[in-house]
């Protein structure tokens, strides 16, 4: 069973081992989108570290519909925040590029223009930058290689949807940002509509197995085979000396 105070205390302590270690004094920055992921990790390091170590940093490409959420949430912690419109970056890199660019290409641009961002923020404010993932993404490779699947530190990257909400509600957060439908904020549809099951569904069959749609569990054992790459070291040549 789930202990949401047990596995919260204990994140927080981990993330004041990790500072310890990796920087003593350093403030943890988080990209805020205003969804549930960042919502709980930005608490449990407000929780860990104190506010006035947290920086959020919000990141629309142009106009984002629900910037509303990140707001709420910077407000809600009171840390200290900047906002950063990558929109002018973004078109640059698309509008410089020799070659007209895949539809995979242009979606993964805005993430890894946002992960540039946030280790500015971090070199110029003494700062760890927080990577906002959680396991059911990670299992199927639904983040961006050297995106939002970068990161300095890692507080949810083993807990499904399911427990990173239950960390939500613990952590006090308000119910619109913990149970806030998932969207990817790059091409505009729901996690679960790119994806082709629900997170329930996968949570289910990461934590015990079970499923019952096959069609749905070939989908689900296809994506976790095919990107099992962005969860593994790079590899390296090791030369026979």
Not at 34 to 40: A, L, N, T
Not at 146 to 171: H, I, M
Not at 188 to 204: I, P, Q, W
Request: charged share 25%; proline share 5%.
């Amino acid at each position: 069973m789930f202990d949401v105070t047990k596995v919260k205390n204990d994140c927080v302590n981990w993330i004041r081992t990790f500072f310890e270690e990796n920087g003593r004094d350093c403030n943890a920055v988080v990209g805020i989108s205003g969804g549930k992921d960042s919502s709980v990790v930005a608490a449990l390091c407000v929780e860990a570290l104190g506010r006035e170590r947290v920086i959020g940093v919000l990141m629309p490409c142009g106009v984002q519909h629900d910037i509303d959420m990140a707001q709420l949430l910077v407000e809600h912690l009171g840390i200290k925040h900047y906002t950063v419109n990558i929109k002018d970056a973004v078109d640059a890199v698309k509008n410089n590029l020799p070659f007209e660019p895949s539809v995979q290409t242009v979606t993964n641009i805005p993430p890894r223009v946002r992960m540039t961002v946030l280790y500015a923020v971090a070199q110029s404010h003494n700062g760890r930058v927080a990577n906002t993932c959680n396991l059911s993404e990670d299992w199927v490779g639904y983040s961006t290689r050297y995106g939002d699947a970068a990161g300095d530190f890692s507080p949810c990257s083993n807990l499904t949807v399911a427990e990173v909400k239950q960390l939500g509600t613990a952590l006090g957060l308000p119910d619109v940002l913990v149970n806030k439908v998932p969207i990817d904020g790059l091409c505009g549809k729901t996690d679960e509509e790119n994806l082709g099951f629900t997170y329930a569904e996968l949570d289910r069959y990461i934590r015990t197995g079970e499923i019952d749609d096959p069609e749905k569990k070939a989908n689900i054992d296809k994506r976790h085979e095919n990107n099992l790459f962005k969860l593994r070291l790079m590899p390296s040549f090791k030369p026979e000396l």
